[in-house]
């Protein structure tokens, strides 16, 4: 079990908590091309770009299949290493995430149904990247507070992470493969989400791929999120709001399983 590097209750709390509802929200709320309230088509949106919030630069794009694409960027007052990504479907923006350099999910925000999450720490494992990549295998075993409209619980996490051996390369990028499983309780009961992902080792970045969420009562959702495109800054297509894989197939209809109140 590896230390926390900082106290990221404490520090979400004082700081990104409202830098996030004022600053990033907004930016999100205008990627989304709100209008009266309501979210437009990403093909409504035409050529538009995500902003990125104040004080932050943008450094990497990723179109992926199941009709999404994610954009990555860091902000001058945050701890190094950290860094946000938000993932936009055919509708807009759905899902905002901040991160630190061993991938541990410092906080996440749903953006439909405004629950976000925060990482209670110390954990009793933390994710860590780095001993997956030296040790080919990473259990974890950690807590997020979910808050939001009629909601206030704790969600407990136990997973791992390892690698295959294997590696592929998709747009010139060099990716190696993993197996993972994580699982958690919810009002429902168990849910447990099993699949494949892919790290680069080089950006330190996990990327989809294929998943199997199967919820208490044993319905299953499955999808394939692998990335397809990487786009650096000053490519045509960075920070684009239009995703280009599966769009419009019945892979789109759900980018991911519903989530769980609990």
Not at 117 to 122: I, R, Y
Not at 136 to 148: E, H, I
Not at 204 to 225: P, S
Not at 226 to 249: A, H, N, V
Request: hydrophobic letters at 35%.
């Amino acid at each position: 079990m590896t230390d926390p590097k900082f106290s990221a209750h404490g520090f979400l709390e004082n700081r990104l908590k409202p830098a996030f509802r004022a600053g990033l929200l907004t930016s999100v709320t205008v990627a989304a091309g709100f209008v009266n309230g309501i979210p437009q088509p990403a093909a409504a949106q035409g050529a538009a770009t995500f902003p990125i919030p104040e004080g932050c630069t943008g450094f990497l794009t990723v179109q992926s299949r199941g009709c999404t694409v994610s954009h990555y960027w860091s902000c001058a007052a945050d701890p190094e290493g950290t860094f946000w990504r938000v993932t936009i479907d055919d509708q807009g923006p759905f899902y905002l995430s901040y991160t630190d350099e061993e991938f541990r999910w410092l906080m996440t925000y749903e953006l439909r149904n405004g629950i976000e999450s925060e990482l209670v720490t110390p954990e009793e494992d933390p994710a860590s990247l780095s001993t997956l990549l030296d040790e080919g295998t990473d259990s974890m075993v950690f807590t997020m507070r979910r808050t939001g409209p009629g909601i206030d619980v704790l969600r407990e996490y136990t997973g791992y992470d390892s690698l295959t051996g294997d590696e592929i390369e998709i747009d010139g990028e060099r990716l190696l493969i993993t197996t993972f499983a994580y699982e958690y309780d919810t009002d429902a009961g168990r849910r447990e989400t099993t699949g494949q992902q892919f790290v680069s080792a080089e950006r330190g970045l996990f990327f989809g791929g294929l998943e199997t969420t199967t919820t208490a009562d044993g319905e299953t959702f499955m999808g394939d999120y692998s990335p397809r495109e990487f786009i650096d800054p000053g490519d045509p297509g960075f920070l684009t709001m239009t995703p280009l894989y599966d769009c419009g197939s019945t892979m789109s209809a759900l980018p991911f399983p519903p989530e769980d109140a609990g």
